[in-house]
């Protein structure tokens, strides 16, 4: 009995220090999840409140209170966590708490107590919010079907149906008898906004599962809100969205713009105010809200639409482009269009009211176009409207260019010649060349209808004005004239042109300014071919230098030339050949060798112009060893022979030419160097053989010189031969054209025959040369030199001789042992008008007849 009364004290006690200390009373607690749409799949936030009646007496300003969370089940604390707030007897508190894992996993508790600067409280009871483990139907998997942020990491949890199944990782932990959680899992971006997430079990005897799936993405992101005006009576507004990313959770993202539902990016209003307006879009989304504002006024803010129903009507250098639009209040509206020609911006702009048409113009004729028409306003301008449809059209036909004449004299005959024109500058499709040839004593004049020919003979060439014009459908160019210069022109003497850098270069100063330039001209100098002229006119005093070196042909001689171009024929000022690219020449020819005392002579002739392939700077002589091939000498020479001073033996000459682009093929020649104090033995009883005839024939006339006196002097006889007599016995006939036959005949007695000496080898080749050819005879140191000239010229030359023909002075027979009879002809082949060449390299020859043993013997 007092033991129950002590107890009953003791409680009483306790009770009032309770009261005392305890000024504050936790009433009226609610736990309860915080719904929203989706809590439902998932509700993550624990809302608790409460009431608290603390005592009058109560005086601090704030008030704390300690609050715990645990998984009732399991009882592990999961949260804990103090708070503050201003005392308030008559409202509730109310504290939220983010759960980790959705509240529906497992059931959870909370309990409070107050506590200050002095006094901690007593503990609340658990009040808890039921989790959906307690009485489950079926396996579950929470959060599920909802949206999170790019980057969260979540935690899901499985709630097995009975308490004997247990799921199979990333479900490791279990939290309740029925509950089992993932590690939190971070979700990264990925291309799939939606992730599927699946709790697999032991059923019995197999397994099943259970899934989920949540979405990922961003709160919306719109960007760029503008208003604009397309019919000058509605607004238009369009947005963007920043990233690409966050298109994912679009379907997520609602937009109303002020008020109006809208779609993603654009939105139409139907009324337009003419003042300034703000338009307001909310975007809105699972994970957040964002709002874009555009303030102006929509007069400024005009973007026109594209002109319809384009057209053309176009002539040869400029179209009209026609339209219409579609919205009435264009009719009046103040504006600016611009065109786009073949792609490119026309550089002109036209303004207007209400612009229908424009005209574009300095168009090429004859050229196919493409045009595009946009326009925008031209009072406040914003922006350039769309474009219209690409309308096509075709420029129509227009005279041609004038063409380009030159002159080119070929074989004896004239050729005009013209440059084809390019389609830019025929203006049309041409349909011949108009060809007129005035005389100029007024006479005659032709015309002719070419079609595609470029090149035309002219029959004479003595001043006519030559007129080529182009003809097309629109009509005939303007006239190209040239004045054909009286036949070709040697006036200027030939040079030499380097190759540089594989082309020709020509300085322009030292040219005077000429009415209308200069023209340079070139063709292949071996190759000339009708019509195979270029040239390049030079305009009026350009100056600097004219270079060309495309499409010439390597190791062919050019002949170029610089003419003036007047009002009269073109004038030649310079002709120059040269090779833009030299190569290695080919062959010399004709290599031959002789014996010629203690040296051999080695002779060739020089390698046949058009194989040349460069200016022959020199010839490579190689001698060789016969059958050792051993290299004996190698010497270089500039002349067509050399003298090698060699043993007696065998060799083999090597003779190669050689240019700046290389050494030529070598010619061979295979000969014996004799020995020459046999040649001097051989040579001394040959002329002592020689002196002892002539001793006798000395003899001999001595004798008979009285008969021989009668015989010579009293009675010349009449020549009787069908050729003329020169004096003193040189006889000559004309042969065939060009070639004359000359005999040496000398007066002898009857008993002796006649000492003739035949020059037939020697045939003068001559041409129209109006060169002279001469040759010499030789007797001993005593010449005779006789004077040739062309067959036309001969004749007088003969009837009035001017020639020094001195008969030899009886000599001492010991003199006369090395009697010779040297001719020489040199003469120069007529420069060949044909080709306009450079006189040629002039041609030695010199037949030597030696008085040897052979000869006398
Ligand atoms: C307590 O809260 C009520 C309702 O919010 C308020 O009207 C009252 O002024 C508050 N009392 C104190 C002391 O702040
Ligand atoms: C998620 O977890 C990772 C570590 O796993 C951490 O670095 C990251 O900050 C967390 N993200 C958030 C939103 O808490
Ligand atoms: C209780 O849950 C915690 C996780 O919060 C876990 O670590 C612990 O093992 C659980 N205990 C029991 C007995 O289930
Ligand atoms: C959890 O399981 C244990 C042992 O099986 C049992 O005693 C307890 O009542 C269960 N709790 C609930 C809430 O079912
Ligand atoms: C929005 O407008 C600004 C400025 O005009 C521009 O720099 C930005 O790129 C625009 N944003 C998007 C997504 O186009
Ligand atoms: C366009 O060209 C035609 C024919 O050449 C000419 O008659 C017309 O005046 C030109 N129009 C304009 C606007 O220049
Ligand atoms: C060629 O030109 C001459 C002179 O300009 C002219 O008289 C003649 O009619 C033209 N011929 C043709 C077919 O155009
Ligand atoms: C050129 O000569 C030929 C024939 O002799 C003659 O038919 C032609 O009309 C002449 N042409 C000119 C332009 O003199
Ligand atoms: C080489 O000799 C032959 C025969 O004598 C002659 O026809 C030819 O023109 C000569 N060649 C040269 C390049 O002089
Ligand atoms: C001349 O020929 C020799 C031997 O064939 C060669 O070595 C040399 O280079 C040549 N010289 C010239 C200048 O071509
Ligand atoms: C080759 O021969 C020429 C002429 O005989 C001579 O001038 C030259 O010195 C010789 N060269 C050599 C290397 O023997």
């Known amino acids: 009995m007092s033991v129950w009364l002590l107890c009953a004290l003791l409680f009483s ?14 009433k009226e607690v609610k736990v309860y999840a915080e719904e929203t749409d989706t809590s ?9 409140a409460w009431r608290d009646e603390f005592s009058e007496n109560y005086v601090f300003k704030k008030i704390s209170y300690e609050i715990e969370v645990f998984y009732t089940e399991n009882m592990s604390r999961v949260h804990s966590e103090t708070i503050h707030v201003m005392p ?17 996993c497992t059931s959870h508790s909370v309990r409070l107590r107050h506590r200050d600067q002095l006094y901690v409280g007593e503990w609340t009871p658990l009040y808890t919010y039921n989790g959906q483990d307690l009485n489950p139907v079926e396996a579950m998997v929470y959060p599920r079907d909802q949206v999170f942020m790019i980057g969260s990491n979540i935690t899901f949890c499985c709630i097995m149906e009975t308490v004997s199944n247990v799921p199979y990782p990333p479900f490791g932990i279990q939290i309740s008898n029925r509950t089992y959680i993932t590690e939190p899992i971070h ?27 949540v979405f990922i993405g961003y709160p919306p992101d719109d960007q760029n809100l503008t208003c604009i005006t397309r019919d000058l009576s509605s607004v238009e507004c369009h947005w963007e969205r920043s990233t690409k990313k966050a298109q994912l959770i679009q379907r997520e993202t609602k937009y109303k713009l002020n008020g109006r539902d809208c779609t993603f990016g654009q939105c139409g209003l139907p009324a337009m105010t003419k003042q300034v307006t703000k338009w307001t879009l909310v975007a809105k989304n699972p994970l957040g809200v964002k709002t874009l504002t555009d303030i102006a006024d929509p007069t400024h803010r005009v973007k026109m639409r594209a002109p319809i129903q384009i057209s053309h009507v176009a002539y040869a250098r400029n179209v009209t482009l026609r339209w219409r639009w579609n919205e009435k209040n264009y009719a009046s509206f103040p504006m600016i269009c611009a065109v786009k020609l073949n792609g490119n911006f026309y550089k002109e702009h036209f303004s207007g009211k209400g612009l229908l048409a ?35 059209f075709t420029t129509k036909e227009d005279n041609p260019e004038a063409v380009d004449v030159w002159i080119q004299y070929f074989e004896q005959n004239a050729y005009v010649l013209w440059k084809s024109l390019t389609p830019q500058q025929s203006h049309g499709i041409l349909t011949g060349y108009n060809i007129t040839i005035t005389n100029p004593k007024g006479g005659s004049q032709f015309d002719i209808i070419l079609n595609t020919q470029l090149c035309y003979k002219i029959n004479e060439t003595n001043g006519q004005t030559i007129t080529v014009q182009a003809t097309n459908s629109a009509g005939l160019s303007p006239p190209s004239t040239i004045i054909a210069p009286s036949y070709p022109d040697n006036e200027v003497s030939i040079s030499h042109i380097n190759s540089s850098n594989g082309g020709f270069e020509i300085s322009l100063e030292e040219y005077r300014c000429s009415t209308c330039g200069l023209v340079v001209e070139w063709f292949l100098t071996y190759n000339k071919s009708q019509c195979g002229v270029e040239w390049e006119r030079i305009p009026k005093c350009d100056r600097g230098t004219w270079n ?11 002949t170029v030339s610089v003419y003036a171009c007047s009002n009269d024929a073109p004038k030649l000022l310079k002709r120059s050949e040269g090779y833009a690219i030299e190569e290695k020449p080919g062959k010399v020819e004709n290599l031959t060798g002789k014996n010629n005392g203690i040296t051999i002579e080695l002779s060739w002739n020089k390698v046949p112009l058009h194989l040349q392939k460069g200016f022959i700077q020199g010839y490579n002589v190689t001698t060789l060893l016969s059958g050792s091939e ?63 005839v002539f001793i006798i024939i000395t003899v001999l006339c001595y004798r008979k010189r009285k008969w021989l006196k009668k015989l010579l002097y009293p009675d010349i006889p009449e020549p009787k031969l069908a050729g003329k007599w020169i004096t003193k ?19 002898q007695s009857s008993e002796h025959p006649a000492l003739s000496e035949s020059l037939h080898g020697l045939d003068l080749i001559s041409s129209n040369s109006k060169v002279p050819a001469h040759f010499y005879i030789n007797f001993s140191e005593s010449p005779v030199e006789v004077l040739y000239y062309p067959v036309e010229k001969l004749t007088s030359i003969l009837e009035n001789p001017s020639y020094n023909l001195t008969m030899p002075e009886p000599v001492d027979v010991p003199q006369i042992s090395n009697l010779t009879l040297e001719m020489q002809d040199d003469y120069i082949p007529a420069p060949n008008f044909d080709q306009n060449n450079l006189v040629k390299d002039s041609e030695s020859y010199k037949p030597q007849s030696t008085c040897t043993d052979e000869k006398l013997l």
């Open 13 to 26: 006690l306790i009770g009032r220090t309770k009261q005392d200390g305890h000024l504050t009373t936790i």
């Open 40 to 48: 439902e799949d998932g509700a993550w936030v624990l809302n608790v």
């Open 88 to 104: 308030n007897k008559t409202t509730f508190y109310h504290w939220k708490w983010t759960s980790p894992i959705p509240l529906q």
């Open 187 to 213: 979700f990264y971006w990925h291309n799939e906004s939606t992730t599927d997430i699946e709790c697999v079990f032991k059923k019995g005897s197999s397994d099943a599962s259970e899934g989920a799936s």
């Open 358 to 392: 424009l005209v574009l113009k300095n168009l090429q004729p004859f050229t196919k176009y493409t045009a595009q028409v946009r326009c925008g306003s031209n009072e406040s301008f914003y922006e350039w409207g769309s474009w219209s449809e690409i309308t096509e």
């Open 548 to 558: 060309k070196s495309d499409n010439l042909k390597p190791g062919e001689r050019y």
């Open 630 to 692: 051993k290299i004996i000498n190698n010497t270089v020479t500039k002349e067509h022979k050399v003298n090698l001073k060699l043993d007696p033996g065998s060799y083999i000459f090597r003779v190669s030419a050689f240019t700046s682009g290389g050494e030529g093929d070598y010619t061979m020649f295979k000969m014996e160097k004799e020995n020459f104090d046999q040649v001097i033995a051989a040579t001394i009883v040959g002329c002592s053989a020689a002196a002892l």
């Open 729 to 747: 016995g040189i006889y000559c006939t004309q042969m065939t054209e060009g070639y004359v036959k000359c005999d040496i005949q000398e007066a």
